[in-house]
């Protein structure tokens, strides 16, 4: 053996370990939990306006449902074929992440939630030879607790952790754990596994690899560092080094600060009136107040854009935008709605007898450079009145967490529930953790 595969089989098999788990096709597990009914059934998720299919069970993607696929295109073979087809139920999903990251905890108390559906622990203070039970224990507590079926993958870096768990998702006969800090386990997988695979090895980057000559894992991981920063870019050196078992990517046990904030929503129905547009928009900039509010943030500009969809290809095409500068920062939604709406003004163009109206598609508005609004300058001309504004926002608020968001809402907004242009989810389940008025009563 070579004094680097040596110094390798040292590292790997060293102290620090990180444990990458995350549920397995977790939209589509959330809804078996409530419904056993699901539980051998192909089911997907559409995303929102019940386009595309966001999540397939296994039983779905044997029938040849791909991520991504547009539902209309695939509406007969799910009823040829019994799949279960249900609306996305955010509201469900975040508190079903949240309930099973509660449980990560009782396992280890640095945890970095890095998706709805994934999170990084540190295993760092368990014992080599316990941390394929604790895995195991903890796919079964979360199971139990939660009705979510999860895999795990160890490794002694983020990278390695990620890879373990593609391999503990794809080989039922690991029991849903993988343990790449284990020597043997890592010379043996890392052969096999084609590079494809690499957490942040995207097409473009296999592209340069293949030619190359690379193939698998291991192929990746003996390369010299150098040339590849040249043709990969810092990311690719890094990856090398992560899958030598450095870790070149920490935890990160508190999430960075938001630098920007984006609230965007596709209609479900074309939108041809400025009305009508505004009211959207509006309830946009209510959402994102709301956002800024949680998190203490202010901004103090914001940009409002809409569009046409290419997919009407027989309707004239229109696409803008707008930025409206704040006289100082804010996250008061009134002041939001203000600026939204100034924007579309801005922006409207009215139908002539020489040109047809346009039909919207999508509206949005966003926003950067996000700071605390504890922290940020007051302006000397144009100065907002927080004083009144504050205590309203939070009484907004208070009524909104207490009776359900959108309980009270600016009248520009619209009245939910009475949004014709509203995101459709026609198939969606009820919120089943969150949502009182939605628990399923049992009949005597």
Not at 186 to 209: F, N
Not at 214 to 236: I, N, Q, W
Not at 247 to 271: D, H, M, N, Q, Y
Not at 412 to 432: C, I, N
Request: proline residues 5%.
């Amino acid at each position: 053996m070579s004094g680097l595969a040596t110094r390798r089989r040292d590292r790997i098999g060293g102290g620090r370990a990180y444990a990458l788990i995350d549920g397995n096709s977790f939209y589509c597990s959330c809804e078996r939990v409530f419904d056993p009914k699901l539980a051998a059934v192909p089911v997907i998720v559409l995303s929102n306006n019940d386009g595309c299919a966001i999540a397939r069970t296994s039983e779905a993607k044997v029938l040849g449902i791909r991520m991504g696929e547009p539902y209309f295109k695939i509406r007969d073979l799910c009823r040829s074929h019994g799949v279960r087809v249900f609306s996305s139920n955010y509201t469900l999903y975040g508190d079903m992440s949240a309930r099973t990251n509660a449980v990560f905890r009782q396992f280890s108390p640095r945890v970095e939630v890095y998706s709805i559906d994934e999170s990084f622990l540190d295993l760092s203070d368990v014992a080599a030879a316990l941390r394929v039970e604790l895995a195991l224990d903890l796919r079964a507590t979360v199971r139990a607790w939660t009705g979510i079926p999860t895999c795990v993958g160890i490794g002694p870096t983020k990278t390695l952790a990620k890879l373990a768990n593609h391999i503990a998702k794809s080989l039922p006969d690991l029991s849903g754990v993988c343990d790449l800090t284990e020597p043997s386990a890592y010379d043996h997988w890392l052969c096999r596994v084609a590079a494809a695979e690499v957490w942040g090895i995207g097409r473009a980057s296999l592209a340069k690899l293949e030619a190359m000559g690379v193939e698998s894992v291991a192929d990746l991981r003996d390369l010299d560092p150098r040339p590849v920063r040249k043709g990969l870019t810092v990311v690719g050196e890094r990856i090398i080094h992560e899958l030598r078992g450095t870790a070149c990517l920490p935890l990160e046990l508190v999430p960075a600060r938001r630098k920007g904030c984006a609230v965007t929503r596709s209609f479900s129905t074309r939108i041809t009136d400025r009305a009508t547009l505004e009211e959207a928009v509006a309830a946009h900039a209510t959402r994102l107040g709301e956002k800024l509010r949680r998190e203490g943030l202010a901004t103090d500009h914001v940009t409002v854009f809409y569009h046409t969809s290419d997919h009407d290809r027989d309707d004239p095409q229109r696409s803008v935008s707008a930025t409206v500068t704040l006289p100082e920062h804010t996250s008061d939604t009134l002041a939001l709605i203000k600026a939204a709406r100034l924007g579309v003004a801005k922006t409207w163009r009215d139908a002539s007898p020489n040109r047809p109206s346009w039909r919207y598609s999508k509206a949005g508005i966003l926003t950067n450079d996000l700071v605390p609004l504890s922290h940020s300058p007051r302006a000397l001309i144009g100065r907002l009145d927080r004083e009144r504004s504050d205590p309203l926002m939070a009484a907004v608020d208070a009524c909104n967490a207490r009776w359900g968001r959108g309980t009270v809402v600016p009248a520009r907004a619209g009245l939910v529930g009475r949004r014709d242009w509203s995101t459709k989810f026609e198939m969606r389940t009820p919120r089943y953790t969150t949502q009182v008025s939605e628990l399923p009563v049992a009949m005597a």
